[in-house]
């Protein structure tokens, strides 16, 4: 099982491929993994489930989560990552379709270093996620 530098947690199978394709743009997505629900994304980060063979110390380097989800939404995945000390410091970034009041100022709450709102038009959509990726994966400096 590959381990992942980028964590793209995505219901919407076109949006997720739209993700890819800007992220590919940019050489950002070798080491992308795809999970399609919140359920899966926690399973995946604390390696249990069908990904308990994963080593659970290499962590992502960023996360890209959506809010709207079945099983598990991203405001309850967000909590769990930034509640454990051994995750806490993974970048999220919410990449989502809401521009809710409510789900900014939770997400805030919750921990998440950054809220974006998906842009409607695909050019403005790929470029969003680019800069994103680029700016979190090049640019930003982590703690060690």
Not at 25 to 33: I, R, T
Not at 112 to 132: C, G, R, W
């Amino acid at each position: 099982m590959t381990d992942a530098d980028i964590l793209l947690v995505e219901d919407n199978p076109t949006d997720a491929e739209l993700t890819i394709r800007a992220l590919r743009k940019n050489n950002l997505a070798n080491k992308l993994h795809w999970v399609k629900d919140g359920a899966e994304a926690l399973d995946y980060i604390f390696a249990r489930g069908s990904y308990s063979e994963r080593d659970p110390d290499n962590l992502p380097k960023l996360i890209l989560l959506d809010l709207r989800m079945p099983k598990v939404d991203g405001l309850e995945v967000l909590q769990e990552i930034k509640k454990n000390e051994s995750t806490s410091r993974i970048p999220v970034v919410v990449l989502t379709s809401s521009k809710e009041d409510r789900d900014i100022v939770e997400s805030y709450k919750l921990g998440v270093n950054s809220y974006v709102s998906k842009p409607v038009e695909f050019d403005e959509f790929i470029n969003a996620v680019s800069t994103l990726g680029f700016y979190w994966m090049i640019i930003n400096q982590p703690p060690e």
